[in-house]
């Protein structure tokens, strides 16, 4: 297993969960129970980057590291170059992206996109799953990517991709057949030398028409490496229906 370091972006405000890092899941705030989550994997060191002393605070009243940075970064990309050159990690460093509000996050999955970057010639690599439900495939909630011969990302998109023309000709509401679907899972590894040059690119038309900042990657020609994994995985928190639904299945 190749050497990789654990960046958490944590931000305080949050328009549909107030203060969400810092929601209580059973005695711990959520960014701690994120970090102790990335614990498990094979991580080197867990690092959480945050915007706010509060939770910094949290993070180092648990034993866990914590760095501030500045407020107002454009996404957690970003957040996470600032916290790279705070912590000084070389240029060949792997980093991986683990959401602030991830708290079922599976150390296997942190660990197998490590790898996938590791093992790839991409600077950037993330996850993905089959999938199976005509529901996920059409709901534009559901971010959709489509794969080369090589594993690597071809587009990300809200809509449904790839495009089935002559079954959804049909009027059949049913996934292909001939071709797999995948889901995109939002994890992200890079080679710390791409995560500083991230931040020098552009914007991209089509990551403004998606919303997906990872298409600004592939905009500039850059390659992502996609892992694919078995099964999705546990969803995260964005609302407090969702909080609850953690609290309730959590068993640590």
């Known amino acids: 297993m ?3 370091i654990v960046l958490i972006p ?3 405000s949050s328009s549909r969960l107030p203060n969400k890092a810092l929601a209580d899941i059973h005695g711990k705030p959520m960014v ?3 970090a102790e989550r990335a614990q498990l994997s094979n991580a080197d060191r867990i690092v959480v980057a945050t915007d706010h002393a509060d939770i910094q605070a949290a993070c180092q009243e648990h034993g866990i590291e914590a760095v501030l940075t500045a407020t107002e970064h454009e996404s957690g990309t970003t957040r996470l170059a600032e916290a790279a050159r705070i912590l000084n990690l070389s240029d060949q460093d792997c980093v991986i992206n683990v959401q602030g509000d991830e708290p079922l996050i599976e150390p296997e999955l942190i660990n197998a996109v490590a790898m996938q970057l590791a093992q790839s010639k991409a600077p950037m ?4 799953h089959k999938l199976t439900d005509y529901a996920d495939f059409t709901d534009a909630n559901c971010v959709k990517v489509v794969l080369n011969n090589q594993n690597n990302a071809l587009y990300f998109s809200r809509a449904p991709i790839p495009w089935p023309r002559e079954l959804m000709r049909s009027g059949a509401e049913v996934m292909p057949t001939d071709i797999s679907v995948y889901r995109h899972i939002g ?7 791409f995560l500083h040059q991230y931040t020098e690119l552009t914007p991209s038309p089509l990551e403004q028409i998606e919303s997906l900042e990872q298409l600004r990657v ?3 020609g850059f390659s992502i490496a996609v ?3 078995s099964h999705a995985p546990a969803a995260g928190v964005d609302t407090a229906a969702d909080l609850e639904r953690v609290r309730a ?3 640590n």
């Open 2 to 4: 190749s050497n990789f």
């Open 10 to 12: 944590a931000r305080l």
């Open 32 to 34: 701690v129970r994120v």
């Open 125 to 128: 690599a993330t996850a993905a």
């Open 187 to 193: 994890i992200y590894g890079y080679r710390v030398q």
């Open 218 to 220: 592939l905009w500039h």
């Open 227 to 229: 892992q694919i994994t």
């Open 249 to 251: 299945s959590w068993t």
